[in-house]
T-cell receptor
Framework: EPEVTQTPSHQVTQMGQEVILRCVPI?????FYWYRQILGQKVEFLVS????????KSEIFDDQFSVERPDGSNFTLKIRSTKLEDSAMYFC???????????FGSGTRLTVV | GIQVEQSPPDLILQEGANSTLRCNFS?????LQWFHQNPWGQLINLFY???GTKQNGRLSATTVATERYSLLYISSSQTTDSGVYFC????????????FGTGTRLQVTL
């Protein structure tokens, strides 16, 4: 069964550093998403991406965040200057049709120290 | 935005027991999914079920879209069923995102 692949699975970074989280969506999917889950809390939407541009974003997705599809397969989330409160599990997801039938990756656990 | 309520928040079962988890939505959704988050934090997609009933092994789900709720049934529970179960919904007419509930934490004991 096709999978969404995320790397790395764990990342520890110092406060103020930039991090890039990587995702390889399912190859025939056209819609891409990032979600995050702070430990013990619910999963929250960050951003959706289609046709090489952001189609929707949440209040969490401020100027410190950016997304990019640098080539035909990767989808990245960049956090420019990490804060302690950015520590969370970050999930990438993709879907073939807008907003339906999401497949989630296994997540990247980001720890900011 | 859409509000998603899940019940119960916590559930402890003995192995072999059956259970029903419920998800209520504040508004109509045409995209509804159930997920299982395992102890390693991975989100496993269980069902895409905007309406009707689906079954997959010991799990089944029913969504009554007109009444804005969905149910997840777990039969003959096993210890590997432990974890957090999330439902999430969205309305593709207004937004592409999924709004998640706060989850039901299930512990299955021997």
């Amino acid at each position: 069964e096709p999978e969404v692949t995320q790397t790395p699975s764990h990342q520890v970074t110092q406060m103020g550093q930039e991090v890039i989280l990587r995702c390889v969506p399912i190859s025939n999917h056209l819609y891409f998403y990032w979600y995050r889950q702070i430990l013990g809390q619910k999963v929250e939407f960050l951003v959706s991406f289609y046709n090489n541009e952001i189609s929707e974003k949440s209040e969490i997705f401020d100027d410190q965040f950016s997304v990019e599809r640098p080539d035909g397969s990767n989808f990245t989330l960049k956090i420019r200057s990490t804060k302690l409160e950015d520590s969370a599990m970050y999930f990438c997801a993709s879907s073939e049709v807008r907003g339906t039938g999401y497949t989630f990756g296994s997540g990247t656990r980001l720890t900011v120290v | 935005g859409i509000q998603v309520e899940q019940s119960p928040p916590d559930l402890i079962l003995q192995e072999g027991a059956n259970s029903t988890l419920r998800c209520n939505f504040s508004d109509s959704v045409n995209n509804l999914q159930w997920f299982h988050q395992n102890p390693w934090g991975q989100l496993i997609n269980l069902f895409y079920i905007p309406s009707g009933t689906k079954q997959n092994g010991r799990l089944s789900a029913t969504t009554v879209a007109t009444e804005r709720y969905s149910l997840l049934y777990i039969s003959s529970s096993q210890t590997t069923d432990s974890g957090v179960y999330f439902c999430a919904g969205g309305n593709t007419g207004t937004a592409s995102k999924l709004t998640f509930g706060t989850g039901t934490r299930l512990q299955v004991t021997l």
